[in-house]
């Protein structure tokens, strides 16, 4: 897979920027992982096509495998997303805009993240989820063998939120991974491990890799909830993050408020008719397939203009 997606990647069509991650998930499988932009919905579509990666994909031959594969496609319009980032030093989608200017002021206070969304904090969309304030419990069947898509539905709210170690000096990385990273990881298995209690279909704690697959210095969770308000009562009520949240405050004053540290996230509101989340042999708890059957019943009433495509292989 990792040959097939990096020779059609080089194309012109190919994506703006991508890089690749790994992580062991709750079924114990081994996930490599790539994460790639296009600012345009034409060019991934040329590039599925033009490039053989589509056909490599869909050949029935990837049903005989003695592994799994997914991808989780998000075409998202620029009002309904967000990035933010601790340094003037652009990651993920970032790479695509234009440089860093001022600091943003929707920020640092309770409904900062939903002001930052255009669609939610100047249109005033509430960005509800079409499945319902409660997310459906997830019922596994047979997936080994067969390729299934699973509808997505609309406003299901993906956060990519990042920890870059890079600069840090080992006094600081030390400090780092005894007082945040504890909490960090005891937060992504509580999304994980919890999902109708936490409204989070999916979490992925991921370890960025460079091309030999040797560990980077870099890692983010990925987490899947049924809308941005689930998201938003994790973040401000339950104690996996509030962990999370006073274990930073801890390790700045422990380094006397200067940190090489860098953080960042990104936030996307899905439409349902501009998504495709795709399960090739792989195994009954990837990624959402667990809601195969419930994501089906989900009504979608948003759609949006597919710019900004945010996939994932």
């Known amino acids: 897979f990792a040959d097939a997606f990096q020779g059609a990647a080089k194309l012109a069509t190919g994506p703006q920027i991508y890089s690749r991650a790994a992580h062991t998930d709750a079924s114990g499988f081994e996930n490599i992982c790539f994460i790639a932009y296009w600012d345009r919905q034409s060019l991934l579509d040329a590039w599925?096509?033009?490039?053989?990666?589509?056909?490599?994909?869909?050949?029935?031959?990837?049903?005989?495998?003695?592994?799994?594969?997914?991808?989780?496609?998000?075409?998202?319009?620029?009002?309904?997303?967000?990035?933010?980032?601790?340094?003037?030093?652009?990651?993920?989608?970032?790479?695509?805009?234009?440089?860093?200017?001022?600091?943003v002021r929707e920020h640092n206070y309770w409904g900062g993240m939903r002001d930052r969304v255009h669609a939610a904090g100047v249109d005033g969309d509430p960005?509800?989820?079409?499945?319902?304030?409660?997310?459906?419990?997830?019922?596994?069947?047979?997936?080994?063998?067969?390729?299934?898509t699973v509808p997505v539905p609309d406003n299901l709210c993906l956060i990519r939120s990042g920890q870059d170690l890079g600069l840090c000096g080992p006094e600081e990385a030390a400090t780092y991974h005894d007082v945040v990273h504890p909490n960090l990881v005891a937060g992504m298995a509580y999304l994980r491990d919890n999902p109708v209690e936490a409204g989070c279909a999916s979490c992925r704690f991921m370890t960025e890799i460079d091309d030999a697959g040797v560990p980077l210095p870099k890692s983010f969770g990925l987490a899947a909830f049924a809308s941005m308000t689930h998201l938003e009562e994790w973040a401000h009520n339950h104690p996996s993050h509030l962990a999370i949240f006073a274990s930073f405050f801890e390790m700045l004053k422990a380094c006397d408020g200067k940190l090489q540290l860098r953080l960042w996230h990104e936030v996307l509101v899905c439409s349902g008719q501009s998504s495709v989340c795709e399960y090739v042999n792989c195994h009954p708890r990837t990624g959402l397939l667990p809601y195969s059957d419930s994501f089906s019943e989900s009504v979608h009433t948003a759609p949006s203009a597919p710019l900004n495509p945010y996939m994932i292989h």
Request: charged content about 25%; overall charge positive.
């Open 127 to 148: 960005l509800t989820s079409s499945i319902g304030p409660v997310l459906p419990r997830p019922r596994l069947g047979a997936s080994r063998g067969v390729r299934i």
């Open 48 to 103: 599925w096509r033009e490039s053989g990666f589509g056909d490599w994909w869909n050949s029935e031959a990837r049903l005989r495998e003695e592994f799994g594969l997914w991808r989780e496609v998000y075409a998202v319009a620029p009002k309904r997303f967000e990035t933010l980032s601790s340094a003037p030093h652009p990651t993920g989608v970032a790479c695509l805009g234009k440089p860093f200017g001022e600091p």
